[in-house]
């Protein structure tokens, strides 16, 4: 089974009413064919990665992730969607993992922290659109994502930040790793 790693930057704008709209993204290195609504100057990620060995047969581009508008405090759970595309030479079942948060020690408490701060915002990551299955390794109690390329080439991942958070505004900073399994 071959392995393919890319490092992934989940980042949250956070503005309270006063300070207007907030939006948050899920960014890799682009792949030679992108799929981005966004304009390169936004991007939280590096706009190169280094050549990844042995992965000849799969790649894969990770599209920006959208949570949307979160105010402080907020009393509704906010949600977003990413797609995820693999192109394979060969059509096959694949797997996707995804690394703890980077702040947390754990895939059961992701959080993102405030640059130049100490304040986390807890999310999430699900592999179904109800949010009941934590996108992780396989481990204990999440999900791999696995996607048929034979007849799909998309797979999606769900999103969540939870409510009644009170932080400061300010950008908020996740890393985690996206491994695809072929």
């Not at 890319?6 to 009413?17: D, H, V, Y």
């Not at 960014?27 to 966004?38: C, K, Y």
């Not at 936004?42 to 581009?61: E, G, K």
Request: some cysteine; overall charge negative; glycine content about 8%.
């Amino acid at each position: 089974m071959n392995r393919w790693l890319k490092p992934a930057s989940l980042m949250l704008l956070l503005g309270t009413a006063a300070c207007g709209a907030a939006q948050a993204q899920f960014t890799l290195p682009p792949s030679p064919h992108p799929i981005d609504s966004m304009p390169a100057a936004r991007h939280a990620a590096s706009r190169s990665a280094p050549a990844v060995p042995n992965a000849d047969a799969c790649h894969m581009i990770i599209n920006d992730f959208y949570f949307g508008t979160y105010t402080a405090g907020q009393s509704a759970v906010l949600l977003g969607t990413l797609g995820i595309t693999i192109h394979c030479d060969t059509p096959m079942v694949v797997q996707l993992s995804v690394s703890p948060s980077a702040n947390m020690p754990d895939f059961v408490s992701r959080a993102m922290k405030k640059v130049g701060g100490d304040d986390l915002l807890h999310y999430q990551l699900f592999t179904d659109w109800t949010r009941t299955r934590i996108w992780g390794d396989g481990s204990g109690q999440t999900s791999l994502l696995v996607l048929d390329t034979s007849d799909s080439d998309t797979a999606n991942a769900f999103g969540s930040v939870g409510a009644l958070q009170n932080v400061s505004a300010g950008d908020y900073v996740d890393d985690v790793t996206v491994t695809l399994e072929f």
